[in-house]
């Protein structure tokens, strides 16, 4: 299949690319390189800068490469900013999206994925949600992303478009950007890596559903691959495992001190202090995934402990590599 993935060179949309260039699938990427990097996709793929929010550019890409499918994982992607500038966030999540619709309509593309949040619609959930929950969105990215999968389910009415709506869990693992908000394991692996201070928002007992990366691709693969029975469906990616930020911390810091401490006996690294709760957060975010087995046969595939380990060790030759 000719697909073309959206946010291609970033955490997420890289991996996926990775995946799809081990099926032969030939793949083009469109990205901005707002948070994303073109060196986190392979140097012989197809790669063309530009904005989703460019009509003429998206439609310039479209016409050209003509794709079977698309993977949409572009957006902005910061509660807190979506919080400051909901039109910012609206303009890339909204408008971006439907640029990328109307094209995939124009040129004939058969299937559409998109990538949503399981948190951000739910809201709290003390026990694994499944896609019947209520959505509840609070943010404006949370109602950008809730639009988005009433807009995919428009262009499944009226245009015959396969859309699947991904609902991720909390996703971790290499190349997730330690610089932005959203990844508590990226931001803690890179300062304890430095052996700098670690700080936990209140008292730590959030509960997230952690899932490995690699994992989400696969999910990704798997829906832009199967033969649908329903013209839109959305489907949880995460583990139904609650892990608290307190739990996720202490196994960080004993992995990232294994890991340095095999070419030094000494090292210590500090332990993780509390700080001030950050207003808003959700106490327990988790998601099931019942629905995605028994339709697509994804499951998670890496522990939790495992993965730690896979993206310390990645995040370690970035820090090494940066002195
Ligand atoms: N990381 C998570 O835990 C998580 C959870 C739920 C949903 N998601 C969703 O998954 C998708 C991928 O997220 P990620 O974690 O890989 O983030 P990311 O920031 O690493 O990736 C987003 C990519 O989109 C690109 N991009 C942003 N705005 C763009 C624009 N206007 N035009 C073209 N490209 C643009 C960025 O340069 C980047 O490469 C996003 O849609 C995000 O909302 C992520």
């Not at 109307?102 to 004939?108: I, M």
């Not at 971790?172 to 908000?181: A, I, L, M, S, Y």
Request: contains cysteine.
């Amino acid at each position: 299949m000719r697909i073309l993935v959206t946010g291609g060179a970033g955490f997420i949309g890289s991996h996926i690319v990775d995946q799809l260039l081990a099926d032969q699938h030939e793949i083009a990427v469109l990205d901005n390189l707002s948070t994303g990097f073109r060196h986190n996709v392979p140097i012989d793929v197809r790669f063309e800068q530009a904005d989703v929010r460019d009509r003429d550019a998206v439609r310039r890409v479209f016409a050209d490469f003509r794709p079977d499918a698309i993977c949409h994982q572009a957006a902005q992607m910061s509660v807190s900013r979506s919080v400051r500038e909901p039109s910012h966030d609206a303009d890339v999540n909204v408008m971006g999206l439907l640029n990328v619709l109307e094209q995939s309509v124009a040129v004939g593309v058969k299937r559409f994925v998109f990538a949503s949040s399981g948190g951000v619609l739910y809201g709290d959930v003390f026990a694994p949600a499944d896609e019947s929950h209520p959505a509840q969105p609070i943010s404006p990215y949370g109602i950008s992303k809730w639009v988005g999968e009433q807009y995919l389910q428009f262009f499944a009415r009226e245009h015959g478009l396969q859309t699947v709506a991904l609902r991720y869990a909390n996703v971790f693992g290499p190349r997730q950007n330690p610089h932005g908000e959203a990844g508590v394991v990226a931001i803690f692996c890179q300062r304890m890596l430095r052996r700098e201070e670690t700080t936990i928002n209140g008292d730590g007992k959030f509960d997230r559903d952690y899932v490995f990366v690699t994992d989400v691709a696969q999910a990704n693969v798997m829906a832009l691959q199967h033969n649908p029975t329903a013209t839109f469906d959305a489907f949880n990616v995460g583990t139904a495992i609650a892990t608290d930020v307190n739990v996720l911390a202490s196994e960080l810091h004993r992995t990232c001190t294994a890991i340095l401490g095999r070419t030094d006996a000494t090292v210590t690294i500090p332990q993780p202090v509390h700080g001030p709760d950050r207003p808003g957060d959700l106490r327990s975010s988790i998601v099931s995934f019942g629905k995605i087995n028994t339709k697509l046969g994804w499951k998670p595939e890496m522990q939790i402990t495992e993965g730690l380990v896979e993206t310390v060790e990645w995040f370690r030759i970035q820090t090494d590599s940066n002195h």
